[in-house]
């Protein structure tokens, strides 16, 4: 079965410095990979997605993600945060190989972008 | 082109009454997800529809919900006799296939008193 936890409910940083939310998975099979953003009064939007690929995955508006088995992790960087990226981002493990398999959503992380 | 879209975006209802809430998905998606947010949490899966048929409604929390896509393009959720704990948004989205990227509409807020 599989789950998906993200380490940090809040993150604060500020505008121009690295952003960097952390995502670990479990799965019993090969994963796909997910993050989504959602801002305030807006419907999800997928940022990028991994699936079996190259393990550097590179998303929307300068967001991208590694794929380390070994760690089981697959976390959300940006080198240079701006305000706009101020919402909630999830991180989504599902694995399409198993017929059982989930959409198993993380409990969000918040990113706040200080002036 | 038209996104997913949700109708009601808000829902207000008494605790015991009916509701229905309805998810136009992206023309020619097959692939159909409901999904339930509460308030601080990340969103929780209900069903999936390939086409007409629930491939997977295991995420459905009892017998009080129910959802049909009977042409397989529009979908409703049906909740039955509510209560205060279903109050949560409940998105829905479609995708071209089983591991495509998921649209999702901007979600009903339903509140029961």
């Known amino acids: 079965a599989q789950s998906v936890t993200q380490l940090d409910s809040h993150v604060s940083v500020s505008e121009g410095t690295p952003v960097l939310l952390r995502c670990n998975y479990s799965?019993?099979?090969?994963?796909?990979l997910f993050w989504y953003v959602q801002h305030p009064n807006k419907g999800l939007q997928l940022l990028l997605k991994y699936t079996s690929a190259a393990t550097l995955v590179k998303g929307i508006n300068g967001f991208e993600a590694e794929f380390k088995k070994s760690e089981t992790s697959f976390h959300l960087t940006k080198p240079s945060a701006h305000m706009s990226d101020a919402a909630e981002y999830f991180c989504v493990v599902s694995d399409a190989m198993n017929r059982d398999d989930k959409i198993i959503f993380g409990k969000g992380t918040r990113l706040h972008i200080l002036p | 082109g038209a996104g997913v879209s949700q109708t009601p975006s808000n829902k207000v209802t008494e605790k015991g009454k009916y509701v229905e809430l309805r998810c136009d998905p992206i023309?020619?998606?097959?692939?159909l997800y409901w999904y339930r947010q509460s308030l601080g949490q990340g969103p929780e899966f209900l069903i999936y529809?390939?086409?007409?048929?629930?491939?997977?409604d295991s995420g459905l929390p009892n017998d009080r919900f129910f959802a049909v896509r009977p042409e397989g393009s529009v979908s409703t959720l049906k909740i039955q006799r509510t209560e205060r704990g279903d109050s949560a948004v409940y998105l829905c989205?479609?995708?071209?296939?089983?591991?495509?990227?998921?649209?999702f509409g901007p979600g009903t807020r339903l509140t029961v008193l």
């Open positions: 529809f390939q086409g007409t048929g629930a491939a997977d």
């Open positions: 989205a479609s995708s071209s296939h089983r591991t495509g990227e998921q649209f």
């Open positions: 799965s019993s099979y090969s994963p796909s």
């Open positions: 023309s020619g998606h097959t692939a």
